[in-house]
């Protein structure tokens, strides 16, 4: 049986598919700058309340966000799918920007996982002190100005379409001294600097006719993803002292309703799906569907493409179709913004978003939405949906009773 576990991205450009910029601050200065920013009074313009050195500002409750609602006795539980992506720089293949329009068309919102290093000009990245490695440095290259422009004005749509912006942390370490060989004490470095390049981007680029993004991030950040799914179990106990609600790092775990980890967080998991015309199953994102194609190589045979991406939108169309004529386990998805095998992946994922979206009870929320809609409900009956198996539909009238 082969089954690929999600290995270092592979392309230009390390998580996206552009060049990418990298740097941040010493991490002895990086939580009292995050406490500064928290704390600063801020300036008055209108409605909106700028923050700190202009980076950031509150603008209030988040546009589009829904209510949760606690399961009714009987109700059939809502299909959830989220859709998220690692890195998230608006690069010149512009697809930050594109799927933010089809997420639009199709009623949905997704997680942009922002790598921070991308908003810091290469001329600071000295200012980025990776764990285990020489300030810097970084396992991805650099954005250049314009890509972190262009990412910003994403980041601030973004949000105020009512997506929501959560992280990928910043250097992309995977491996030897990659996050899986990082201490707790490490991780919260790696975290600091990651709040730390968005709070303080209009300092380190000294761009001042830029308008500061539309979100306190010290506030909003609710979880991430590790590079390569890396060291969960000591970033765990970092995020906790963050506050965060969840965590997405899981790799292969089975579709079943999500459960809290130890440290009270959620845990969000890329899971198994049916390959399409395979015997096995398949981590849910681009590149182990890719790892699993051909020689698993990024530029592979052209004359194959068609197949592949076939297969791709099949094999995340079996997984939703198990659960939503099933037990109704949310479905998570993750992605690159890359053009691998001729950009096909993009284009599968593009299908599955027409296609599951709009379908009677379906939400394709993100996962800081689906982290509301599972904290509003009764945890004996979160309990009872997980003794169901992936394709297991009960008499729902009957099933959910408190």
Known sequence: MALALVVAAVGSGGD???????????????????????????????????????????????????????????????????????????????????????????????????TSMYLLPKS???LYEPPMHAAGSAAISFATDQHIKDTLTQLAAAWEDGDEIGTHFNGHFCGAKGGGDWSVAQWKSEIEQAYS???????????????PLPFN?????AGGRAPCLEGQKNLLKAAKSFGWRYDASSP?????????????????????????????????????????????????????????????????????ERVYNGSRAPLFIGNHFEDWNGGIYMQAIEDVMKSVCKRDGVRCVSFEEMADWMDAQDPAVLA???????????????????
């Open 16 to 114: 996206n598919g552009g060049s990418a910029t990298a740097a941040a601050a010493a991490s002895a200065g990086l939580k009292a700058s995050q406490n500064a920013s928290q704390n600063a009074t801020p300036k008055e313009t209108g409605k909106t309340r700028v923050l700190g050195d202009g980076s950031m500002s509150d603008t209030g409750t988040q546009p589009d966000r829904p209510k949760a609602e606690k399961l009714k006795p009987g109700e059939k539980p809502p299909q959830f799918v989220v859709f998220s992506w690692d890195g998230a720089l608006e690069g010149d293949d512009h697809l930050f920007s594109h799927f933010r329009e089809v997420a639009k068309e199709n009623n949905a919102h997704m997680t942009f996982f922002l």
């Open 197 to 211: 390049f968005v709070e303080n981007w209009k300092t380190n680029t000294g761009w001042n006719d830029i308008d």
């Open 252 to 320: 292969g775990e089975f579709q079943i309703w999500p459960s809290k980890t130890a440290e009270g967080i959620w845990n969000f998991p890329l899971e198994l799906i049916p390959f399409s015309g395979k015997d096995f199953q398949v981590v849910s994102m681009d590149f182990n569907l890719l790892a699993n194609q051909g020689d698993g190589s990024t530029d592979g045979n052209p004359l194959m493409y068609p197949i592949w991406e076939k297969q791709a939108r099949d094999t995340y169309l079996n997984g939703f």
């Open 384 to 402: 009872k949906l997980r003794l169901l198996d992936p394709a297991q539909s009960p008499d729902w009238k009957t099933y959910i009773k408190k």
């Open 217 to 221: 991030f010290a506030k909003t950040l």
């Open 124 to 126: 600071k990245r000295k």
